[in-house]
C-alpha cells in the first residue's frame, strides 16, 4: 500500500480513532486515497489543500460525489450543480447567503 493509500471507509466504517486517523493522513500526505460508500475517494486534511480542490472542478469534481450521495435522496441542489450551471443558479440567491441576510436567522 502506498504512502497516501489508507484502508479505510469513511462512510460505513465505526472509527473510534478519527482524530488519530486523519492527524497520521495530515502527516503523511494532504491527499489521501480513501473510501467512501464503498467508491474510491480522495481525503483533503490540508487547508490550503481544500482551497485548491473547491478551485479545481476538473480534478474534484462535486457534481461526482452528489450524485452518489444527496441526489438520490435530495435531488438536485445548489451543490450538485458545477460550472456554469452552478454560478448562474447560485447569483440568483447570493443575496440571501451574504451576512447581513443570514443574521436574521440567529435573532
Do not use: N
Not at 479505510?8 to 493522513?25: G, N, R, T, Y
Not at 473547491?54 to 457534481?63: I, Q
Not at 447569483?91 to 436567522?105: D, F, G, H, V
Request: charged fraction near 30%; aromatic fraction near 8%; hydrophobic fraction near 40%.
Amino acid at each position: 500500500m502506498r504512502d497516501d493509500e489508507f484502508d479505510v471507509d469513511f462512510a460505513f466504517e465505526p472509527l473510534p480513532d478519527l482524530h488519530d486517523l486523519l492527524s497520521e493522513i495530515r502527516e503523511k500526505t494532504g491527499c489521501a486515497r480513501v473510501r467512501a460508500h464503498g467508491h474510491p475517494a480522495t481525503l483533503i486534511t490540508r487547508y490550503d489543500d481544500v482551497r485548491a480542490a473547491f478551485r479545481d472542478e476538473a480534478a474534484f469534481p462535486s457534481r461526482a460525489f452528489h450524485e452518489v450521495t444527496t441526489v438520490p435522496i435530495w435531488g438536485e441542489t445548489l451543490l450538485s450543480l458545477s460550472g456554469p450551471e452552478h454560478r448562474a443558479k447560485r447569483k440568483l440567491i447570493a443575496q440571501t447567503l451574504k451576512p447581513s441576510a443570514t443574521r436574521a436567522l440567529k435573532e
